[in-house]
Structures are given as C-alpha cells and as structure tokens.
C-alpha cells in the first residue's frame, strides 16, 4: 500500500538518479566548485528568466544572469544559514506562529542567537497587518531594549497548504523597502506552492520578490538537496563562510550540481510527466504533478463523505479531521499523519502527495474507501 | 587522467550505489527512522563487536549492542554536533594545531560557543604531554578567568598521514578519566587509519577509547555521509535534539541507511576488493586499498627521485616537497593538490589515493614521471 | 518636582551609601572573593532563614546555610548568566508573553542560543494550565523536531503589578518537579512583591520554589547590584565560569557585598523606615515603603478622579489609563511614563514609587491635580 | 600593611566618591541616558581633542565633537560588546598569545560566535609581522574553508608591561586600513600605559589608532566602569542594541556618568595628585601616579638586589622572578601576586601599583626589605 505519510518517503525521481549513477564515475573538485554545479546554477538563472512572464525581474533591477545559486543538503540548514548570513546579533525575524522555523527547526535561528518574534497571522502567511503590528510593537526598530526586527521569514506555500499570491508577494516586497526588512522565502514545497491553481506566482515573481529564497529538492524528485538563490547580494555576502561554518557545504557538491541539472535540464514532458506544461523544467512539472495528485485525492475524499478538511488547502498536502477511531483506521489504510488532537473525540490527518504518487495509488485510495465504507457523521 | 587531488572526486563505490538504486522506490519514514538506518546501525555495531581482537570493549565495559549510532551528511556537520552536545558554556576543546575543527572549518565549533585551545604538538596527533601542559595552563580547569578544558578533540590518521596507535589511544582514555576529559575522534579518514600499517588499533580499540567517534563515509566509499557512534550515552544525551537544531537531520535519512548498511553489510571480498582480508566489511577494505595505493605512488615517486616526504606517511595522502616549477608540473599532470609554500622557492603538493584509485592510475603516473625525466635535485 | 517615571532614578539609600564611603579605603581581593561578599552571603542566607515562617525551607529539602549566593551589577546580567548556565543547546524557556526576558532584553536569551516560548497567560504571570499548554505542544520534550522546554521563568511581581502567591509558587514547584523543569524566578523587583498586600510569600518561600532567583539591589535602594540564590547546586554548578565569560564578573566585587551588606545587616527600623515591620532587613522594609507610597498614591489619584487602573496592581508601580491630553499632562507634571496607547484616544501611563518617594511626593501630587481639576470623563 | 596584589584593591578616589555622594540624591532618566552622562561624553571627547599634540586626528580625518561615547560597569563587558558588535559570524579575532580576551576572560569572544587567532609576538603586543603571519595563513580572508580575520585585539599597556608608541599604532593602523581589518584597543589600563616614559602617544594617538578603543576606569580612579570610544560609527553601529543584549546597559547609567564627568573634569592638579601636568584630567593624572610609584617600587626592589625583573615593565605592574620561598614571602609582606612558577625551584610574583599608593607604601617596602635583608642569590 503506496503510505502518503509525507512528500519525502522515496528516493530520487528515475531522472535524478540516472543522471547521479551516469556520472558516478566523473572526478570533480569539491564543494560545488564543479563544472556540473556551474551548469545547474545556469539552469536555474535561466529557468527563472524564462519564467517572468510579467516582467517582474526587470521591475526590480534584477539581472537574473548575476544571480548567486548555492547548494546545500537539507531544508534546516538552508533556512539557518541564509538566516544567520543575513543578520546582525540583534537583529531578528518575523514569522507566522506556524513557520517552520518557528516551530519545528529546534530552536535553530535562536541558536544562531536571533529571536522569531511571531505574527499574528493564524494560517502560516505573514501578512501587512501582522507584520506591520510587530513592527509597531518592536517601534520600527528604534527601541534598543528590544530585538530589532530585520527578516521577514515565510514559505511560498504554507504548512496548511495556503499559497501566497504575485500580488501579496509584491506588496511585501514594498513593506520590506519601506521599513529596511529582508524577505527570505522558505521553498522547502516551492514547486508545489507555484503549480497550485490558486497561486498566480511565478518562480520570477519569488526571485522579485525576495532577498533570498530557496528552491526544496529533497521533497520534489531530487535525493536530497536545496539550492539558495540569493538575489541581495549585500545581505547574503561571504554567503560560503557562513555556509562552511555551519556544516553546509558538500563536499562531494556535484552531488548537488548534478541534481539540480537534472531537475533544470531536462523538461518535464521530455521526462514523461502527464502534468508538464510547455517547455518547463522537470522541477516544476514534479510540483505540478503532486498537486494534481492532492487535489484528485481531494475529490476521492470528499466523495466519500469525508470533506471535514482543515484549511482550503491548495497544495500536495491534505488535512482532514476524523473522529478519532476513523483516523486511526485512515492511519493504518493509507500510512496517514496524524498531525493534531483538536478536541477528546477527533483528530487532524494529513495525506501527501509527492512526484512519486500515482493514479493507481489515488484509484487504491478510492477502492480502499469503498470498502471501508462511506462517511456519514464520523467526522467532528 | 587520473586527478590524485582529494579523495572525494568520485561518486559512490558501485557496491553503494547499486543500493541506492535498489532501494529507490522503497517509501521510508523519514529522519533516520527508518529499517534500512537500523539495519546500518546494527552492521556497525556488529563491526565493531568482531574487530575486538585484543578484549577492549570489555575491559572498558561497553556492551556493543547499545551503542547509539547516528547518521549526518557531512563531516564538519558530524564534528559540530557531537562536540556541541558534549559541552557547557564554558568547557572548551583541546586539539592539536592543525587539528581539522581548529584550521579548517571556519570556526564551526566557535560559533557554537567553545574556545579550541591548542597543544604544542607539531604532528597533529595530541600527545599527552601536550594535553597536559594545556591543562596546567588552565589550571586542570580551576580558575574561572579561563575556559575549562572539557573535549580532546584527534584524528585517528592526522592531516599530515600519522596514525595513533592502540597503546596511544588507551593512553588517552586513560588520561581523560583521570581527569575528566571527553574523547571526541574525528573519524574522516578512519578507514585509512586503521589500514595503516602503522596502527594497530581496531574499530574496537577506537570505540574503547573514545566517548564519541565517527565513520566517515564520504572519503570512503559513500556518495555521503558519516556514522556518530556514542559510546558515552550521558555526554550524548538528547543527540538528535542537537542533530535537529544544526541542521542535521536528513530528511530521507534512509539514504544514509542504505549506505552504511552496503559498506558494513557487504564483505570486501564480495565486493572484489583486492586488499580485503578474512570477512572483514566492504568499508575496511576499501581503506586499505585507499592505502595500498598511496604506499605504491610512495614508491613510484620515490624510484623517479621524488622522496622527499614533508612526513612519514603511512595512509592515503602523500606529501611531497619540490620546486615550484616541479610543483606545478605535479599540479597539471596529476592534479596534485598544492598546499603549501615552505619558503619561496619550493612547494608542498598532495597527492591523495582513494577506493577509486586503480593499479592502472599509479601505474600511469610512473609512465608519466618517466618521460617528464628523474628527479635531480629538484626537491629543496 | 519628583519624578515618579521609574524606580531606579535616585542613587542609593543613605545606608548603602554611607557604607560604601566608610569602606571605600579597604582594600579587598576582587571577583567577589572578600570579606564584604563573605558577609553578606552570609546575612541573605540568615534573612532567608528567619523568613520561613511555614517551614517551606525544611519541606523542600533546603538548607539555607549551604546555599549559593553570587553578586552581578544589573537585572538582565542575572537573568542570562542564570539561565545561561542551567540550559543545554536545545533546551528552553517557559514565560508570559510580557515576561522581561522575552520582550524587554534585546534577546539576550536567544543570543545565548536558546528560545523563549510563551503561554497565554495575559498578565505576566505563567499559569499552571499556561505552562502545560506550552508543554503538551511540545509533547513534553519528546520531539526532537521541537526545542525542549526546560526552565520556567517568572517574577515574583508582575510588569503589571500583579504577585504571586505563597501557594501559586508551590505549584509551580510541584509542577516542575513533575515535568522535571527548572523554575527561575526574576527578583528585579523582589521586594516590592514580597510587600504587597495580596502577596503572602516570603524569602523563604521564593527560595524554596525557585531553583535559582534573583535579589534585585538596583531598584530598590542600592547603587546597582543583583544577589542571585542558586538553591539547586547541579543546575547552577561553575556558576562563575559563566559570570566571568558574560562579563558578570565584577572585579571589585566588594562594591557589590558591601551593598548587600548593608541591605541586609541594618534593619529598617535602625535605617529609620516607617514601614518596617519587626526586626526586617532594611532591604524588606525599602520595599514596604515602596509599595505603601504607591497605595497610597493609587488612592490619591482615585480621590481626583483617575480610577481607569489598567491593572489591580498592588506593587510600586500603578497603571493609569487617561486620554492622550490628560497623559501629557501627567507626563509634563509627575514625570509619568507613557508606555501604551491602547487606540487612538487613549494612553496608558505608569506612575512607579520607589524607597525614594516620600510622603511630601503624594502630597504634592494631590495639591497638583487639586490645580489641574478632577477628572470628569476624561479617561478613556 | 597595604596590598600590591593589583590595581582594584580600593573603592573610588576621593573625588569621584565626593561625586556620586554629591548627586546621589538627584533624578536621573536610565540607561546612560542622563545629563550627567552626556557631561562625561563632552568631557571625553574635549579631552581626546586637546590632547592631539601631533594633528593625529585631523589627519585621520576624525572630529572628536561626533565621536560616540559609551559607559559599561566592567572591562570583559566592554570588550565583548564592542567586538561582538563589530564582526559577522565567520569574522574573527587576531591578538597576542597572552591577550587578556584570548586567555583571561573565559572564552567571552567565542561565546559569541567568534575565534580569536593568535601571533606569535612573545609580549602581548601584536606585530605587524605576526599580524601579517597569522593574515597570510588564512590567505587574506580569502579562503573560506578558515574564519576571516577582521579585527585585531591590542591593549595599549600590555600584561607584562610593555607599551605601545605612536608609530606602532599608526603603522598598525596603516596595516588595518590595507587589509580591511579593524583595530580594538583594550584600555584597562589605558592611563597607565599612556603614563609610562616609554610611551610617547596620546589618547588622540590613540582615538585616531582604533575603530573603537576603550578607556578604562576601574583600574584607575573609578568605583567601576568603562567608557567605550567608537570613531568608526559604522563598525559600531547599533553598539546600544548589543549592549543590552549582553546586559551592559547599566539601569542607573548616571553612575558612570558621575564618575567620568569627575575623572575628566577635575584636572590632577585641583585633586592635588602630585605628577599632575599643566590641565590635563585627573584621569591622565591617576595614571602618571600609579606608574610613577611602581617605578619608584622597581627601584626600591632592585637597591635590595631583587632585580630579576620578568619584563622590561615601565607601567604600574613590575614582575618579579623570585626563588620560591622568597616568593611566598613575598607574597606574605605585600601580598605581591603570585603569577607564574617558570620552574620548580623559581616563581614570578607580580606587584601593582594603583592611585592608592602613596609613598609611605614604597617607603614601607623598603623597610621591610631591609628587615628581610637583601637579596644574594635568591633569585632564579
């Protein structure tokens, strides 16, 4: 039985790993000094140029060709490097109370010695408002008996499955100018958060947008691995000090290089994927792929009476809420997360799709469902 | 041709990535809690059981089976966490000069927090003298002006090709106790050191001695990645906390698994290794072709002239003193790493064999020295 | 005109002064480490002693000869070195969100590497429920993708003025004994809460709840200076190689025993103040005064008209809610604090007495705002 | 008998204690942010102005009416604020060997964050050459595999009393300025050494030497207290934010401000201090007192044959090399310092001169030494 516990459960998609057993054998220096690592940073400033479709990049006098890409391993890591990179010691973040950093990182921003202060914005996007009320709260800055507010944190797609908008990026954007703050883009799901039908965002919007970001490889067909694109070239400089410093840098970084390239090189409909659109890279057909997943999980679901879910999720992730006995059956059928207990009687779900899911794996679901027999009232 | 300039020019041993391969499709919970890092784990610990020629595990009261054993990606992100769960504010780390953590790692154990105090010795293995007198100096950790010596920090084949012996390395241990000290051992190149001809310490003897080691798998065999074994479960307690909050925990965790559990759970001599001996695992053996290798360039260079060695190496990195002009012909026939500049007129190159390293790769330097013409007195 | 903005605008009471004239010739060893620091050690422990008026002391296990009393020269010094030293990386701390540590020290926590999560408790006071709130989303320390609560951090009295019980404080301690947390009470203004009226605790009790808690000197009658109380010897062992590396160590340490000296050698009534009770130490009854002066203050400004008290305080400091004119004006006349505005009308500003507000100070309040006219409605 | 163990034996000079006693009783806003603050603030930096003999700040471009003053309680606090504000994450330190921050201070520097390098130079003073060694090691911050050198840590008077001349400090500026790197001046003992024979610079020398430099008040007249000088406003930018954070913002600021008004608004001749010269503050005074009687003190010394003198120390330190019993005798007679034992049979004994000391002390070692009899061979 395919688990849909979360979007991290396989390996490589086939692509990524033929592309690592075919160069297996290639002797490259380390540290993502290869050349394999300079053709997936090239592919990654072009796939970002050719996706401004609304002329973003120009608007922000960003030259997409001088962009710096680096790679690192794992999602935490990305997210405390670039972070640590950006700030003075008592300079801090801003985030939603549901941000990963905020909550499931370890503490990790603080043990590089800066404060999350927290938004409160309840489904995991800062908005104006939220941001704007801890601004005012901390004074703009000009209190030294409090941190100083200096980075926004957020993610493209939210834990809940919320997506943010072009528009909402642009607006932070201005906030940002305005009040001296760096935006910094969590995209640990960025390719599922830009194929949701409700984000009008492009992979140019985000770079528009922030200071840093990172495009998530270990969740959408790569192995494993993150590239940060670091588009304020002041905040993020000496970027490999920091990087080195924290255990970030690979020494086998054509490992990395040799991932990226794949998910930039080769396009989604050459590698097969039934969701691809136009001539787009892998990568972004992946995302879209996992997302059509969700959303097909959605409605199987839901025609089985359980619509119960938690938030309007747009994304590869799903949340329902069970009565408890249910989810526990859901837990066993489907390897389901059992993510909250809200109340005594019932508990939040969460179903992932990733690049690996199949139509078969949804039609099972479907069946599974069937036997088990439709909802009727065992939803809170 | 062949590049001798690090052993992590490569990819993975194809027994490894056969495994990877394998293993793609299988969907594993994340984070290392999967079937494949238990496997792993209980190869390694196995190993180390069956290495336990001379009784040390025993005498040192430590039951093999309960050994904790974790899995990172990289080695400076093995070296951080561990010695960073291991000390208090104020307790620092001993290390010689050239000791990996206090040279080459951009201040990851500062930026922890923690002093790296030095010894005098010249070699990069820590004597006991030189401890010694660091903790004189520091009043054995009395005097609150100062930082309390807390962790030795050693590899068990230095940077510069020495080894420690098992009569050292129950030194040491018996050292630290005496005086409350950790033993941290930086296991980078461990498979080399134990390959040396000149260590006759086992995995046993290194786990005997220290509180925490690690196995590195990255310039040995890996794609990526290194073992921690935690021997002192106290100084290690709440491991993964740590792991999490440095960004350490790999998502898939599984890839590590399944790595470990090829290079521990195959035999050398199944894997065609050459210098395997008895049934002894795929890691051991491919130190001591690492090894084997480097001892045959030794004699290569040395019978062209070229023999005068900055040190006596006796593991997978050579050091060779020659004039520059010689250096840089070193550096464009073999890739040969340069590391350093004694003085203005000669130079120091590296060259490092690995597992990828064949017979034909020395044989074709020996052919190249050949028509470059003997050395006569090009070395200072 | 007297100011009533903070409690730490006068220098220090005559007594402490004159003790530092009188000893300013001696010479003394720093660091703490002379007589004056012996002896005032030794008086805290005696005025702790004499304070368990309910035998809390004996209960909890608490020998108050043995316990460990160290000197800092300010309030977030103490609280950083305190909770600097009972934390390991990933551990962290429980408060109110207005707790001082988490809003008013620049981050000197998180810059220690550690975060600070908060309950809802919306007066400043951690609620047992608040606390196990924080706890149970943090699977009570068993995940390590969360930080690990470890330490409760609270003031005896609140930013608002509110205190806490005898009985609230040892359920705190059963609590943390429990859940096996540490308990850090913040004593900045320690006196002044022992000698509210709704406050029945004493010395004896704070110590025999906290682990650690602070004696704060600075507001109330010393120069500067803060006694910390290390009741539990493990948490706080090499408490001093912390100070020293925070820069707490003060190396005329004997400023800082002589103060305390003082404070707690004289009794009030020798120093001649009113409100001494018994044979107090003067460092108990300049607390006394304090709040006495601030009651009586509260009820001048009620007998004017001003009632719109933001909080029930029974401390030094009252909280008074005016519209925007009157709270200039009271700015302009009293030297009142501005601290909030609550909407676009309104402003809520702090009056705080300290041992330096005499009786002709609230006299001369109420002559003034006989001048000003009572309030009719102009509050909001 | 009066006590040469060191320089913080006593509580204030009479005229600083004449001042806070004479303000003691007024109002003051917190934090340094007071009247009597700023008056310090204009004296310092008139005294700074009116000591540029030789145009050294005109030529350094620097106008000391915009230079930023700053007071902390202590001299580790003041170091680690001002290099902690100073560097990003992967910056380090360079210093002497025997540099108070790399051995005295508990790894204060590494708590936050940062490595300190060290020269080879044998007496506390770095060298240009051991700075450019240590720069050249780490290949001009070019390689980030090692922590950049950014900022070099240097006292003016070194532990061993040595001192720094004006062309060093301006060579070591000339070098700062070449290599992006910042100077630090350390001045505990700042008078001291700016009062020694052998110095020939100014506070303006030195104010035109650093990016921030601090001047010491503890060791030389104050009950406590440092002021920190920045003249690079960018590097210290923000300085308020970090002092807090560390806990050095002193709540009754007023303190420090008193006490620098006094040491720089009395001249020594109005406080009757006899090596007074023309106007100059009694703080340049207190120091020409204090190292006049320690040479006094190493003549006196050496007219009974103790003249193994350790260094060549023209400040209020003299080191002693003694053979042990003499040594314990001397500590017993004038609680001279016990520092060192080089070997078995011998031991350094350090003597300190302060304000303090007056000339019946000097006059009573003498005495004394007689009573001993001289010295034939004692020392080592």
């Not at 991290?8 to 998609?13: D, I, Q, T």
């Not at 926004?152 to 072009?166: F, I, K």
């Not at 089985?304 to 408890?324: I, K, Y």
Request: charged share 20%; hydrophobic share 45%.
């Amino acid at each position: 039985m395919h688990s849909f516990r979360n979007d991290y459960m396989e390996g490589a998609h086939p692509c990524v790993l033929e592309a690592l057993v075919r160069t297996n054998a290639e002797q490259h220096p380390g540290y993502t000094e290869d050349s394999r690592c300079a053709a997936a940073r090239e592919r990654i400033r072009r796939a970002i140029a050719q996706s401004d479709r609304a002329g973003a990049l120009a608007r922000a006098g960003v030259n997409p060709e001088t962009l710096q890409v680096e790679f690192v391993a794992g999602g935490t890591m990305a997210n405390l490097v670039s972070i640590a990179t950006c700030l003075r010691p008592h300079e801090c973040v801003i985030a939603a109370p549901d941000g990963h950093v905020n909550v499931h990182e370890t503490g990790a921003i603080e043990a590089c010695g800066h404060k999350v202060l927290v938004t409160a914005d309840p489904d995991g996007l800062p908005s104006i408002a939220g941001i704007d009320a801890v601004m005012k709260e901390h004074e703009y800055g000009g209190n030294f008996h409090m941190v100083k507010p200096r980075l926004v944190y957020m993610s493209l797609a939210t834990e809940t499955g919320l997506v943010c908008t072009a528009a909402h990026l642009a607006e932070l954007r201005a906030y940002a100018d305005e009040h001296g703050l760096l935006l910094f883009i969590d995209g640990a799901r960025l390719a599922c958060g830009l194929a949701s039908p409700r984000c009008d965002a492009t992979l140019a919007d985000v770079c528009a947008a922030a200071d840093i970001f990172t495009i998530g490889g270990t969740k959408n067909g790569a192995l494993f691995g993150e590239a940060i694109v670091i588009r304020n070239a002041d905040a993020g400089r000496e970027f490999r000090y920091v990087m080195k410093q924290k255990g970030a840098v690979c020494a086998k970084g054509r490992l990395l290089g040799v991932q990226f390239d794949a998910l930039f090189g080769v396009t989604g409909a050459q590698a097969g994927v039934a969701e691809a659109e136009g001539d787009e890279p892998l990568y972004l057909s992946l995302g879209r792929h996992s997302v059509a997943a969700a959303l097909k999980l959605r409605d199987v679901l839901a025609s089985h009476g359980f619509d119960a879910f938690e938030s309007d999720s747009s994304t590869n992730q799903q949340f329902l809420r069970l009565d408890n006995a249910t989810a526990e059956a859901f837990a066993r059928a489907f390897d389901a997360d059992i993510i909250a207990r809200p109340d005594d009687s019932s508990t939040v779900v969460r179903m992932t799709c990733s690049w690996a899911t199949s139509e078969d794996d949804i039609a099972a679901v479907d069946e599974q469902l069937s036997r088990m027999g439709d909802n009727a009232g065992r939803t809170a």
